[in-house]
């Protein structure tokens, strides 16, 4: 741990931002101390990704003052902070998937010789890097053959390489399996040993918790306050993020069921054609779905929804005499599905958020092939009084919303259809916990009224908290099928990972 008594390795000093309809940031101040992992944590629109695109010099601040070292310093572009030792890894990988591994690292900055690259520097310097993030690829290896979690590092020993003393790090794990995170966390842990400072970003606060030396909060895009190793605590973090007591984020809400919305048999899909799946699912409940990366349950809600075509087995739903035969017709027959990644299949990021609102009602509203903007209007005030979404206005590009707020346009524009099943591919994923509550809230409203949500997470409080009952993948096929009763972390990961079995019960 650092000593507090020490120059700060970079202070920021009444940092404000302004952006033509909001304040982004108001009069912050923080401080980070060598060798130290300081977290900043706040809501999605909190100023956090802003404030670190300041330190990186990604955008120029509207007043304040940045030092590093105790010296003051101006960034008007990237490589002005890199010189200055500060690194910024974005949530999105900035790395060029086609080329080797030591030729990402030293990407503009290649050691030459007699004017030619000099690429035994290149596999020789790379290789320290990448033994200082304990990653043991060749550094002739294409990126693009290498997993997410590896990707990570890569970036990471691409930042190193350039002497860095502060590295940011932007929901470094939003990606990754158990065991990539694990990995990540050890090399925090190896770094912060090293003397390199870490600012994490990060909306799960578990992790939080296992790494911070110390958490800033913002609210508001205003510094509300920090909390000390001892003193961090997920209760803690969360009254302060939010400013009100969210304690009671999984209130159990008993839900009547109805008929069988959707029943699945012998379904095969084409990323495991080899296994059968069988499950059903009635009106008013909720079914969670748990497994490990890479155990199909993303594909099991692509096929549901037609945008990949089953290979074998049967769907029957209760409004088509037949299996919805695309995406169309799912829709339709009323299901709908909120893909895990909102930005690049989920929204038009170039589009307002009331087009994007109103995207999947357009055939049904449209008079003589025209647009009817009346309905159009209706549906973007219907949606966003009922999902609470906060944007400038209807005409602002929802590239410019904040996670939370992107996910409620994804939903609303498919709830505007009034489906009867609505499938939620990890819907929470990269959104800060008040916008969490607020989806929570809405899946329990609507398994209320009678609408079936079937929801795929990574995030075991989430299945505990929300499901009726949970189904658990395995490699393709569903290794069993949980009561409330059931459910517990042990037997989700007996499951999870293929050491054990239940006997269906749907």
Not at 136 to 159: C, F, Y
Not at 243 to 264: A, I, N
Not at 391 to 401: E, G, K, R, T
Not at 451 to 473: K, N, P, Q, Y
Request: charged letters at 25%; aromatic letters at 4%.
């Amino acid at each position: 741990m650092p000593e507090n008594d020490s120059t700060p390795v970079l202070e920021v000093r009444h940092i404000g931002k302004r952006f033509p309809s909001v304040k982004a940031l108001d009069e912050v101040s923080i401080s980070l101390n060598e060798g130290e992992v300081l977290a900043v944590i706040g809501e999605n629109g909190a100023g956090k990704s802003t404030l670190m695109k300041i330190l990186a010099g990604v955008q120029m601040p509207t007043n304040g003052e940045i030092l590093v070292a105790g010296q003051s310093v101006t960034f008007s572009n990237v490589e002005q902070a890199l010189r200055a030792g500060i690194s910024l890894i974005h949530q999105e990988l900035n790395l060029a998937t086609n080329l080797e591994v030591g030729a990402n690292i030293f990407l503009g900055r290649e050691p030459r010789s007699f004017g030619l690259i000099d690429r035994r520097a290149i596999e020789r310097e790379a290789l320290k890097y990448l033994k200082m993030v304990g990653l043991a690829v060749s550094p002739r290896t294409v990126v693009g053959a290498l997993s997410i979690g590896q990707q990570q590092l890569v970036e990471i020993a691409k930042a190193l390489s350039t002497q860095t003393r502060v590295l940011i790090m932007d929901e470094p794990t939003s990606s990754l399996s158990q065991r990539e995170t694990e990995a990540l966390f050890e090399v925090v842990k190896k770094l912060r040993k090293q003397g390199v400072s870490i600012l994490y970003i990060s909306h799960r606060l578990r992790e939080i918790e296992e790494l911070a030396d110390r958490v800033v909060v913002l609210r508001d895009g205003r510094y509300v306050g920090e909390l000390s190793r001892g003193e961090i605590e997920h209760s803690a973090m969360v009254s302060m993020m939010v400013g009100r007591d969210v304690s009671k984020f999984y209130h159990r809400v008993q839900h009547e069921t109805g008929e069988v919305v959707l029943e699945v048999s012998q379904l095969r899909t084409p990323a495991n054609p080899q296994h059968a799946l069988d499950f059903s699912i009635r009106s008013g409940e909720i079914v969670g779905i748990a497994g490990l990366v890479g155990a199909g349950r993303s594909e099991l809600l692509t096929t549901l929804f037609r945008i990949t075509p089953a290979v074998g087995g049967h769907m029957k739903t209760e409004s088509l005499p037949h299996p919805p035969r695309s995406a169309q017709e799912a829709i339709e027959a009323g299901i709908v599905l909120a893909p895990e990644d909102r930005r690049l299949t989920g929204l038009v990021q170039a589009m307002s958020v009331k087009r994007n609102l109103s995207l999947a009602t357009i055939r049904r509203t449209a008079t003589w092939g025209f647009l009817n903007r009346r309905a159009e209007d209706r549906v973007c005030k219907e949606m966003s009084r009922l999902l609470r979404i906060k944007s400038a206005d209807d005409h602002q590009m929802v590239q410019y919303l904040s996670g939370g707020n992107q996910q409620k346009v994804v939903l609303g524009k498919w709830l505007a259809t009034e489906p009867r099943l609505l499938l939620l591919d990890e819907p929470t994923r990269g959104i800060d916990v008040g916008a969490k509550e607020e989806i929570y809230q809405l899946m329990h409203k609507l398994a209320g009224r009678g609408v079936a949500v079937l929801f795929v997470s990574s995030e075991m409080e989430e299945i505990f908290g929300l499901s009726d009952r949970t189904l658990v993948m395995h490699e393709g096929r569903i290794t069993g099928e949980l009561t409330r009763d059931q459910l517990s972390e042990d037997a989700v990961m007996q499951l999870a990972t293929g050491r054990g079995a239940t006997p269906a019960i749907c």
